[in-house]
């Protein structure tokens, strides 16, 4: 796992924030193709007090950070639901997590579920299964590695969903007709640009 990180041209920490269970998904960049290195979860249940989960949860990131040192976050947004005081942990957990990272200088991406799900399977209302699925297949995710609850795969979702995102090109505003090109280089129309 150390050289797999070591090797790679850039690292990638995907998380999925929960306060009941966190998902946590590494991809490795090599040579321009994506590579999973770890998935996992961090338990929370056993903690009955939501700030000692808040605890735990900066605690493990700040760990996970420190020991895969990722060059960024690719964090999903909470959900908005109708039960506020849900939103309001789920945000928390959230900031948190999002706070263990840039106490260490890791930069920081935030992604809709539904924009996650339409990078990983062309669908925004894939389901999680779906995602999982498509994951095994994109990533060569051995049956054995994935785990059974589908949290670390939905945050290894959002890190492959940064990857995507981060690889395209970079939007310039458009320069208009060429009537308009045209009209704003006069000099070099004269010159054959």
């Given at each position: ?89 789920l945000g ?22 539904r924009k ?27 049956q054995e ?49």
């Amino acid at each position: 796992m150390e050289e797999a990180v070591k090797q790679a041209d850039r690292i990638i920490l995907g998380i999925d924030p929960g306060t009941n269970i966190m998902g946590y998904g590494i991809l490795g960049v090599y040579g321009g193709k994506p590579r999973m290195i770890a998935m996992g979860l961090i338990e929370l249940t056993k903690l009955g007090d939501h700030y000692l989960r808040l605890g735990r949860i900066y605690e493990r990131v700040a760990m996970l950070v420190d020991q895969y040192c990722p060059d960024e976050l690719a964090i999903e947004a909470p959900f908005f639901g109708k039960n506020v005081q849900s939103m309001l942990k789920l945000g928390r957990a959230q900031g948190v997590a999002m706070a263990a990272a840039l106490s260490r200088q890791v930069p920081i991406t935030e992604y809709e579920p539904r924009k996650i799900k339409l990078a990983i399977t062309g669908n925004g209302a894939a389901s999680k299964e779906q995602v999982c699925e498509m994951l095994k297949r994109i990533l060569s995710i051995p049956q054995e590695a994935l785990l059974p609850k589908l949290d670390a795969t939905d945050a290894l979702a959002a890190a492959l969903c940064h990857f995507y995102e981060s690889a395209k090109p970079i939007k310039t505003k458009s320069s208009g007709s060429w009537k308009d090109f045209i009209a704003r280089n006069p000099d070099k129309i004269k010159k054959g640009l």
